[in-house]
Each structure stands twice: as C-alpha cells, then as structure tokens.
Nanobody
C-alpha cells in the first residue's frame, strides 16, 4: 500500500514563505511524475506544479511562476514545494500527487492560509 503524507502548511502573512513536503512510503518500485495541486473553498482542485522522475523537468501554473519551486529527493521519496511571496489567493489545501506504475496516489492535504 502506498501512502503520501504532506506537511509544512500553516498560517503565514502576505509576502511570506512556506516549504511543503510530501513523503511517499509503502510498496514503491519507482515514482514517475510528482505534482502539487491545491483546492480553495468553493473552487475546483487545480494543478500547481509538476516534476519529472529525474527532477530535470518542471512545470508551473501561471499564477505561481517565479514564486514557487518544486523539487524532489528520490533517495527520500520526497517532493517539496517552496512557496515565496505568498498572496492571500494562494490560501488553499495543498495536495501531493504521485504517479506510481501508472496509478495516481494522493495525500490527505495540508492547509495553507495566507492572511495578515
């Protein structure tokens, strides 16, 4: 069984930074693309960033380009999301997603609230 556990969310002031982590555990042979999504109240879940298996290729939603950085540590089966210059509209539950043997797995989410 595969489990994804996110951490690092919290309350931060506008302009501040947070670093999210997501650890993958269980029966893992190899992890392909990993991604971060977010969902704000009353809105659909949206893709924030993706990273390839090697970490050599990344993509970002236009709304976070230049402010967020996705990275991964394959030795630790962990993906990170460094978030800077946070805005109130970044407030959401952030979810980690991992593509393992064509199946997609989700974490339980971590709340990020940007407010003064």
């Amino acid at each position: 069984q595969v489990q994804l556990v996110e951490s690092g969310g919290g309350l931060v002031q506008p302009g501040g930074s947070l670093r999210l982590s997501c650890v993958v555990s269980g029966r893992i042979f190899s992890i392909n693309t990993m991604a971060w999504y977010r969902q704000a109240p009353g809105k659909q879940r949206e893709l924030v960033a993706t990273i390839s298996s090697s970490g050599g290729a990344t993509t970002y939603a236009d709304s976070v380009k230049g402010r967020f950085t996705i990275s991964r540590d394959n030795a630790r089966n962990t993906v990170y999301l460094q978030m800077s210059s946070l805005k109130p509209e970044d407030s959401a539950v952030y979810y980690c997603n991992a593509d393992i043997l064509i199946q997609h797995y989700w974490g339980q989410g971590t709340q990020v609230t940007v407010s003064s």
